[in-house]
């Protein structure tokens, strides 16, 4: 491609999310119109396998994509139109969705040897990622009227409460039809699953109660923190912070300033987070090539051996686009600088069709030939919220989700 040198931030930044918009919008399957679970030129890649949690953040792209005017609101509202006529007959446990499901007959794909039935996260991104639209569709026209309606019909059939077990105090990830609570995952903080606490609390049919938050969620083993790292305070989560994901994949609709609870300032925790990950890449104990100021981001993502969580605990040498890309409303000055190295500095070597690659490492001389579903939706998602805080705004303007963040003891500027 031929690379534009004189773009300021934000023209730099419209090219980044319009590219990788193209992800969602020219690469989803095209019977579901869902977001694929990558793309990836090796002969194993399977372009039937469509990823609910993806599926969710791509939705909220359509929504930047119409705001922005790439698109027409006319054709994103036929494009969601038929999404969610697809999740109506797609295969649900309890009104859950799987991890996976197959792009054009709707069938659950296991995500491994158990998980072959719903997954509580991916439906709570899902989800997310609706009830945003439901509230930008909000026009007294036929099409948008038959669209909330059918969203709000999918929200209602989301048994949140099933994944309590008969009612422990605790969420459980998985529930397999064959395997029934085999896997036996319980949703303990701290790490990317707030969001789906804050919605099965928010639900109009099937609620949680508070004490699964207070006695299961906060109760995890690595929830509370408070040590500090590299000079930051650290409130919540593993040491070092774990992968930025964290401070992302909730975080695309739940708007972190200001939001406080009786464990933390959730600005707070991202920002500091954020920088946390920054300053190891910076310091770069491991003498990893490339590493720096303008080179940063650990995350979980596409590696040289696979799939692995990048944290600063768990390096690899593996630098993640999306993880300084997304945290531009926690760092914008660092996360710009990362930009403009990631566009300007390595460019053809990690940009492709729909933006940027999933991972590099300049040590093992490996850069990603794939994209995925799960990394790509943030970056538009959270440049955006850095922009003009439009999803942040629509997600925290409907009334489930404050009620549920009311019952959960929140306290938040949104909450009316």
């Keep these: 491609m031929k690379y534009k040198d004189d773009l300021d931030d934000a023209a730099l930044l419209e090219l980044i999310q319009r590219q990788t918009f193209r992800y969602f919008w020219d690469?989803?399957?095209p019977i579901s119109k869902l977001a694929r679970d990558r793309s990836d030129p090796r002969p194993s890649f399977d372009p039937e396998v469509v990823a609910t949690g993806a599926s969710g953040f791509g939705i909220m792209a359509i929504i930047v994509a119409v705001e922005r005017g790439w698109i027409s609101r006319t054709a994103a509202t036929d494009r969601l139109l038929g999404i969610v006529h697809f999740l109506e007959k797609a295969q649900r446990h309890h009104g859950v969705?799987?991890?996976f499901m197959h792009g054009t007959t709707g069938a659950t794909i296991p995500f491994s040897g158990k998980d072959d039935g719903g997954d509580i996260v991916e439906t709570s991104y899902l989800c997310m990622g609706l009830l945003s639209a439901r509230q930008y569709f909000a026009r007294d026209t036929a099409k948008e009227n038959k669209l909330r309606a059918k969203i709000n019909a999918l929200w209602q059939d989301v048994e949140w409460s099933w994944h309590t077990r008969?009612?422990?105090?605790?969420l459980y990830w998985h529930w397999s039809p064959r395997y029934a609570w085999d896997?036996?995952?319980e949703i303990r903080g701290w790490n990317e699953c707030l969001i789906a606490y804050v919605l099965a609390a928010s639900s109009p049919s099937h609620p949680i109660a508070a004490d699964a938050y207070h006695r299961g969620w906060a109760a995890g083993a690595q929830f509370k923190n408070?040590?500090?790292f590299y000079g930051v305070r650290l409130p919540l989560g593993p040491d070092y912070g774990g992968p930025l994901c964290f401070a992302h994949y909730s975080f695309l609709g739940l708007h972190p300033r200001g939001l406080k609870d009786c464990y933390a300032d959730y600005w707070e925790q991202n920002v500091n987070h954020t920088l946390i990950n920054r300053e190891h890449c910076i310091r770069n104990p491991s003498h990893f090539k490339g590493y720096g100021r303008d080179c940063w981001g650990l995350t979980a993502s596409d590696d040289h051996l696979g799939y692995h969580a990048h944290d600063p605990a768990h390096d690899l040498g593996v630098i993640t686009p999306t993880a300084a890309l997304s945290s531009f409303p926690y760092t914008p000055e660092h996360s710009m600088r990362a930009l403009r190295h990631f566009y300007h500095g390595l460019g053809a070597?990690?940009?492709?069709?729909?933006?940027?690659?999933?991972?590099?490492?300049e040590t093992s001389d490996w850069y990603a030939s794939s994209h995925t579903g799960i990394d790509q939706g943030p970056i538009i998602v959270m440049i955006e919220n850095y922009r003009s805080g439009l999803l942040w705004k629509l997600f925290m303007s409907c009334p489930e989700v404050q009620r549920g963040l009311?019952?959960?003891?929140?306290?938040?500027?949104?909450i009316s």
């Design 406 to 414: 009311r019952l959960l003891d929140f306290e938040s500027p949104a």
């Design 166 to 170: 008969g009612g422990a105090k605790v």
């Design 349 to 361: 070597k990690i940009w492709g069709d729909y933006g940027f690659f999933d991972g590099f490492s």
């Design 226 to 228: 408070g040590k500090e």
């Design 27 to 29: 690469f989803a399957h």
């Design 183 to 185: 896997i036996g995952l």
């Design 97 to 99: 969705f799987p991890h």
